[in-house]
Every structure is written in C-alpha cells, then in structure tokens.
C-alpha cells in the first residue's frame, strides 16, 4: 500500500473491500513511496532460469528490493535496461 493512514488498511481492505479504489491518486503528504502517485504500490518480477524482468510503478519498491536481494548475497541481480517485449512459452 502506498497510503500513510491512521488507522491503516489492511491487505484484507486494500484488496478483497477494495477501499483504495475511490483514490485516484495519494496526496504527497499521505505517500509511502514518493514515485508513485497510485494507491497500491506493485512490482511484478518474471524469471526464467538466469533472464528476468521486473515491471513496476515505484522505484523505490525496486531499490528496496534489490537491497534485498544484494544482502542475501545468493543472487547476483544485474538491471540491464528497461523490459520492451517478454516472450511467453
């Protein structure tokens, strides 16, 4: 979620009361990640054997998980650009 409320929603809220949806966008002050403008911050990651893709909406969801990733040690994760086309098999 990227609303500061009180009190805060729940996933439950968010998603199956969808008490999000009458937001069509997040003031600044009420913001968790300043990148994004839209009420649910989202990060999609695809992975094939060693390809991988991530598509998203705020960038800071990125960075914190790419930290992750980093302080795990096991993966080393390499952004090579923007993901034009995926091909599903």
């Known amino acids: ?3 500061k409320i009180h009190p805060q929603l729940t996933n439950e809220d968010a998603l199956i ?9 997040v003031p600044d002050k009420m913001q968790v990640y300043k990148s994004c403008s839209d009420p649910v911050d989202a990060m999609m990651l695809v ?3 060693d390809n991988n ?3 998203r909406n705020c960038e800071e969801l ?11 040690g096991r993966i080393n994760l390499q952004r090579e650009g923007e993901l034009d ?3 599903s098999i």
Do not use: A, P, S, T
Request: proline share 0%; charged share 20%.
């Open 1 to 3: 979620m990227n609303i």
């Open 62 to 72: 990125v960075q914190e998980f790419k930290n992750f990733v980093k302080m795990d």
């Open 17 to 25: 009361n969808g008490k999000f949806l009458n937001m069509k966008f």
């Open 53 to 55: 893709g991530i598509r």
């Open 47 to 49: 992975m094939y054997v």
């Open 85 to 87: 086309w995926l091909l």
